[in-house]
């Protein structure tokens, strides 16, 4: 069964950045745009990285930003410029990416020249695209948590079955019985509950 449980959904795939990245425009107008694009594994991480910006250049005029955790968690901020003019056209760029677990954050210095709606959407846009332009993907599974709990007898041939759906034991705790933490390629969790279904005969525990 290993060979043949590869992943084959691109859906399934999370896609996100290999590492932090920062691109600067040339200036518009007198102002500037730098664009970073880091990885942010949810959205406490994606708010600490516009933090940190906001920190860093205490003196820039924006920090606009929008994140791309999954498809169901996604948020854009305007950050003060004219509403939908900056963090929507950002996200909309990650969007058509399928970024996964990916925050970009445009800071803008202001260069004294007003830009108008139009232009802002432009600049903010052509930053995250420069910005994505760059960035190295790294593609892995999505993958669920489970806990599995068994009989010690049924521990062997249970992490055994676990071997073959590429899933990973992440905590282990021995009590009166086994108890796994496990975590499954989610285009795989159906087929795995079977097997499990079968090896325990109804006897393996599984939330």
Do not use: N
Request: aromatic share 6%; glycine share 8%; with cysteine.
């Amino acid at each position: 069964v290993g060979s043949e449980m590869c992943i084959r959904d691109r859906s399934m795939l999370l896609r996100r950045p290999s590492k932090r990245l920062r691109v600067a425009l040339d200036p518009i107008k007198g102002s500037r745009f730098i664009a970073t694009l880091d990885r942010a594994v949810d959205e406490d991480a994606a708010m600490d990285v516009v933090k940190g910006l906001r920190s860093e250049w205490p003196d820039a005029t924006h920090h606009v930003f929008a994140w791309r955790i999954d498809p169901d968690s996604r948020r854009a901020s305007d950050d003060g410029e004219p509403a939908g003019t900056s963090g929507p056209p950002i996200l909309r760029r990650l969007d058509s990416a399928e970024a996964s677990q990916t925050v970009i954050v445009v800071t803008r210095f202001y260069g004294g020249t007003k830009l108008g709606s139009g232009g802002l959407v432009r600049a903010y846009g052509q930053a995250a695209s420069a910005a994505l332009e760059e960035v190295e993907w790294v593609e892995e599974a999505q993958t669920h948590k489970l806990m599995l709990s068994c009989s010690y007898s049924q521990e062997g041939p249970l992490r055994g079955l676990l071997s073959r759906f590429d899933a990973e034991v992440t905590t282990a705790r021995w009590d009166t019985q086994v108890h796994l933490e496990i975590l499954v390629p989610i285009e795989l969790e159906e087929t795995l509950k079977l097997e499990l279904q079968e090896l325990g005969a109804g006897s393996i525990q599984v939330d």
